[in-house]
């Protein structure tokens, strides 16, 4: 399902925008100083989530930002809850199907991303587990698993 980016509707500029980075990857923490400054000139930057500490539930933001690969992107919207914001995932992992933008292709489209001028996919993710004896024994969603966990955990 596609739909618009809502701060235009609101009246607002510019979107409010978290960035998620796992700085302790070496190549996320260069990137991130590099595309700092090339987010705030088109978008309020309310927060730089180092840590994995921000809470989705307090801060209002319009999108998210994530710094890494398709593991991060799951990570984030497994985060965001109840909450949930569009999310541009910068590939800075190995494999990209759903952060297939490189750090260049992220400073040609960033203008226009933060005039709302883009669709905005929306994606299910499922979460499953294994309950054995009435023990749920797992709960991590299938796309984050590595892949010699995979088929034990579908098993």
Not at 7 to 27: I, K, M, Y
Not at 53 to 64: I, N, P, R, Y
Not at 114 to 125: F, R
């Amino acid at each position: 399902m596609k739909t618009e980016a809502i701060w235009p509707a609101l009246g607002r500029a510019r979107p409010r925008v978290a960035v998620l980075a796992s700085v302790n990857r070496p190549r996320v923490r260069a990137e991130l100083q590099k595309l700092e400054a090339i987010l705030a000139r088109s978008a309020d930057i309310v927060a730089i989530d180092q840590d994995e500490s921000f809470d989705f539930a307090q801060t209002e933001v319009d999108l998210c930002v994530v710094l890494g690969g398709d593991g991060s992107i799951l990570s984030a919207a497994r985060r965001m809850g109840l909450h949930q914001k569009p999310v541009i995932g910068v590939n800075l992992g190995r494999l990209g199907f759903l952060a297939a933008l490189g750090e260049e292709e992220l400073g040609a489209i960033w203008p226009e991303v933060c005039a709302g001028k883009y669709p905005i996919d929306e994606h299910l993710m499922l979460q499953c587990a294994i309950v054995r004896a009435a023990q749920r024994q797992g709960g991590t969603p299938a796309g984050e698993l590595p892949p010699s966990q995979l088929a034990y955990q579908l098993a």
